[in-house]
């Protein structure tokens, strides 16, 4: 019996750094489709904290690595986020919509089988005003799809 008990804790255990080691700690999957297979997101000054610290006045880089299982013509970057505690999420205006551009680290057609990596930037503007935020990313293909969903528990800060 104790045996067991201590398996279960360990499953659990491992299973919570595979998924961090993944995501980050605080990252989570909102939908992303099966035909993509996500091996890293990292977004710049977010490690080991509850919340990803945005500074204003600053420009945060998110990074996703991911493998595509089928060929994909066309991504699109589409952003949402919360203000405070609500659960409404809102659309942010974001000026690198289309995310088959080689600074962004994409070039379209994307082949499957490959490790892509899209790497863009997010600034956080000075007018911005200082709250939580859930940060919804996602990246969809042609038909409008999801293929990425990722949700990024936020706060907006001064330095």
Do not use: Q
């Amino acid at each position: 019996m104790c045996h067991r008990g201590i398996s279960v804790v360990l499953l659990l255990v491992a299973c919570f750094c595979i998924t961090n080691g993944v995501y980050g700690l605080n990252i989570t999957d909102c939908g992303s489709s099966d035909n993509v297979a996500i091996h890293e997101i990292s977004v710049s000054y977010c490690e080991d904290v509850e919340l990803c610290p945005l500074i204003r006045g600053n420009t945060t880089i998110l990074t996703i690595r991911f493998e595509m299982a089928s060929l994909v013509e066309n991504l699109t970057a589409v952003v949402h986020g919360t203000l405070g505690d609500s659960d409404l999420f809102l659309n942010f205006p974001y000026k690198h919509r289309d995310a088959c551009k080689e600074e962004l680290g994409l070039k379209c057609p994307l082949m499957p089988g490959k490790i892509h990596t899209y790497k863009t930037p997010i600034e956080i503007l000075m007018i911005y005003p200082k709250l939580k935020s859930v940060v919804k990313w996602e990246l969809r293909e042609e038909r409008r799809k999801n293929l990425i969903c990722i949700l990024i528990p936020s706060r907006i800060v001064d330095i």
